[in-house]
């Protein structure tokens, strides 16, 4: 179990699109700011996976097609239980994008995160970390969570150790058919207290 009010996080910084302006962007400098997913913003944040290994890397199967459309990514959140959220600089520019999915309805304190993704350019600097953080926040605060899990792929090991370094552990071991190919991955989940 993760005690999460032990963890120093930068306060997590969310726009709400209807209702907040420029004094929320004012304070989040040198933060990342979450808010929620637009439609719009699905052109951009397709362009980061250069090809279809990282697009499978990113999405695993939840796309039936290479390169995905806008349309395609609409359709994937087009539902109660998904929480899409993009990250955007202190001067409004896109740089990531994850998404939080309630499994099981019944059980809405258990949260799922997937379809992670930073700007490929911007990659290396820590945003991912960041992202990960404020979204356990958000999760926190907004879904009242108490179980964040995820998924990742063991060829991909820049992903995995963002989540290690935040707090993810290893809870299990999973094979996956991907484009004809079986590809191993892990469960990770994290865990804290509520005080």
């Not at 250069?50 to 199967?61: C, I, L, M, Q, V």
């Amino acid at each position: 179990m993760h005690n999460f009010a032990s963890e120093k996080v930068k306060s997590i910084c969310i726009l709400d699109m209807e209702t907040d302006s420029n004094q929320t962007r004012s304070l989040c400098k040198e933060r990342l700011l979450l808010r929620q997913w637009t439609e719009y913003d699905a052109s951009i944040i397709l362009s980061w996976t250069k090809n279809k290994s990282e697009f499978r890397k990113w999405s695993a199967d939840r796309y039936p097609n290479y390169p995905a459309t806008p349309e395609d990514m609409t359709q994937q959140y087009d539902a109660d239980n998904i929480h899409p959220l993009t990250a955007e600089d202190e001067e409004g520019n896109i740089i990531g994008h994850i998404m939080i999915r309630v499994p099981d309805i019944k059980q809405p304190q258990k949260v799922r995160l997937g379809f992670i993704i930073v700007d490929d350019s911007l990659r290396g600097k820590g945003y991912g970390k960041q992202l990960i953080l404020q979204t356990i926040e958000y999760a926190k605060l907004k879904l009242n969570a108490t179980h964040i899990s995820l998924g990742v792929f063991l060829n991909n090991p820049s992903a995995l150790h963002c989540y290690e370094s935040v707090g993810f552990k290893t809870i299990g071991k999973e094979s996956y058919p991907i484009d004809e190919e079986i590809w191993e991955g892990v469960e990770m989940e994290y865990q804290y207290l509520i005080q």
